[in-house]
């Protein structure tokens, strides 16, 4: 199995600033995804980024990769009140098959 | 990117009855699939993986007579929560893994279950 784990469990910023989580995860990866969820929503993809891949942008979104310290990142920048959500990451390993245990995630609440 | 999507998206049923909720790959083939749980506040709990053409493999603490799974093709598995009881009431989420090259996993929506 492969498991994502989320740092800090919670963040709480003002509407305007930059908001970073952190994922660390276990075995080797194939790419590693982030994905949001709104309270009582279902999750929405984000981002993948790829084991080749050191940093990927999409929008407010940055997210970076070190395979060497098994840790990613998730930056998002001008923070909005709509960004509040939980945020998981989701390591996904070299063979299809291997399961994902997931983290506690991390809480964003973006004070306007 | 690879798709998977779940319906319903949101079901209300009775106590004591049955619900069926599909998860589907969109346009990849997916040997592999795995079902998951979230209650309230709380993180995703992976229930069973569901290998197509062979029987689930359930996480410790789950109950595979109350939670069928059928993998029955490449792009479809299915979860039947039977006698579905109000603690049953959750976000059940699947996802897919590709049996090609590069290997590839996605998350569907998921699906709230409500049981009253």
């Known amino acids: 199995s492969q498991q994502g784990e989320e740092d800090p469990q919670a963040l709480s910023i003002q509407e305007g600033e930059n908001a970073t989580m952190n994922c660390s995860y276990k075995t080797s990866i194939n790419n590693l995804q982030w994905y949001r969820q709104n309270s009582g929503r279902g999750l929405v993809h984000l981002i993948l980024i790829r084991s080749n891949e050191r940093e990927k942008h999409s929008g407010r979104l940055r997210v970076t990769l070190d395979t060497s310290k098994k840790s990613s990142s998730l930056l998002i920048t001008a923070s909005r009140a709509a960004d509040t959500a939980s945020y998981f990451c989701a390591p996904i390993s070299e063979t299809s098959y291997d399961k994902v245990i997931f983290g506690p995630g991390t809480s964003l609440s973006v004070i306007p | 990117g690879a798709v998977v999507s779940q319906h319903p998206s949101r079901v209300i049923c009775k106590s004591g009855t049955s619900v069926k909720i599909e998860c589907r790959s969109l346009d990849f083939q997916a040997t592999t699939m795995f079902w998951y749980r979230q209650f309230p506040k709380q993180s995703l709990m992976l229930m069973a993986t569901?290998?197509?053409?062979?029987?689930?493999?359930?996480e410790q603490g789950v109950e595979k007579d109350k939670f069928l799974i059928n993998h029955a093709s490449l792009t479809l598995s299915t979860l039947t929560v039977t006698s579905a009881h109000p603690e049953d009431s959750s976000f059940y989420i699947c996802s897919a893994g590709t049996s090609g090259v590069p290997n590839e996993q996605f998350f569907g929506p998921g699906t709230r279950l409500t049981v009253l």
């Open positions: 569901s290998n197509e053409g062979s029987k689930a493999t359930y």
